[in-house]
């Protein structure tokens, strides 16, 4: 499928681009200022392609809005599994990644729910954030969710992605996609937005088409003002 992002520029500090296999998407994205000063984002994926799941998906958006600006990421996925459990269809669950920066320091929180961990985008090379994965959110009550502290250096893009973007990059000897990611994430611009159209275009060159979402966080480059792109189903990919 061909996409277009809009909005913004290459030096844009953060950038979302998303795409979706059919007019319904069960991918989510948020960002949210914190009181605290940080900036918190949210990247899930509910279970599922159909109706029903974008529904839920946008259910989790605005848990996300409400509980975000207090709520660390350990936090705010553990309420948002305690909701989830009680009260979605017991055959629905989310992945999902958590994460909260601080623009000033580069200072960042990251907690994960059944999803891949980020890649980090350095100066010289890539690698994946070391995080411990909980359980999707909705599958157990009372599931414990843990944070990694780390700080982003200058120069530093935080890359996090959903896994329609990571399945079409498996292989037999990588079978998450997560190698082929973290390659893709090295080649590609040091720029938020570019990087965003790159994986996505590798995503469109690699296999069939999926929802699938990717957020580039560079708090180095905050003296400019913030990118979210919006990529429509149908639309042709910008160079």
């Not at 990571?166 to 590609?188: C, F, I, M």
Request: with cysteine; proline share 6%.
């Amino acid at each position: 499928m061909d996409v277009t992002s809009h909005g913004g520029s290459d030096t844009d500090w953060m950038a979302i681009a998303q795409t979706s296999s059919n007019a319904v998407s069960g991918d989510c994205a948020r960002v949210v200022a914190r009181t605290n000063g940080e900036t918190l984002f949210f990247v899930g994926d509910v279970a599922g392609h159909d109706v029903r799941a974008g529904r839920l998906a946008r259910q989790v958006d605005a848990f996300v809005t409400r509980w975000g600006p207090e709520a660390s990421p350990k936090t705010l996925l553990t309420r948002l599994n305690a909701v989830m459990v009680a009260t979605w269809p017991s055959d629905l669950f989310v992945s999902a990644v958590c994460f909260s920066i601080d623009p000033a320091n580069g200072r960042a929180v990251i907690a994960a729910a059944g999803q891949l961990p980020p890649v980090i985008k350095g100066v010289t090379s890539s690698s994946t954030v070391e995080v411990h994965v909980g359980l999707p959110l909705g599958i157990c009550a009372g599931h414990r969710y843990f944070e990694r502290a780390l700080r982003l250096a200058a120069g530093d893009v935080l890359v996090a992605v959903t896994d329609g973007v990571t399945d079409p990059l498996a292989t037999g000897s990588d079978l998450l996609g997560l190698s082929e990611l973290s390659r893709l994430v090295d080649l590609a611009p040091p720029e938020p937005v570019r990087v965003c159209a790159s994986l996505l275009r590798a995503v469109r060159r690699s296999g069939p088409a999926d929802d699938a979402t990717v957020v580039a966080v560079a708090p180095g480059q905050r003296e400019v003002a913030p990118c979210i792109s919006a990529v429509r189903p149908g639309a042709r990919l910008a160079a």
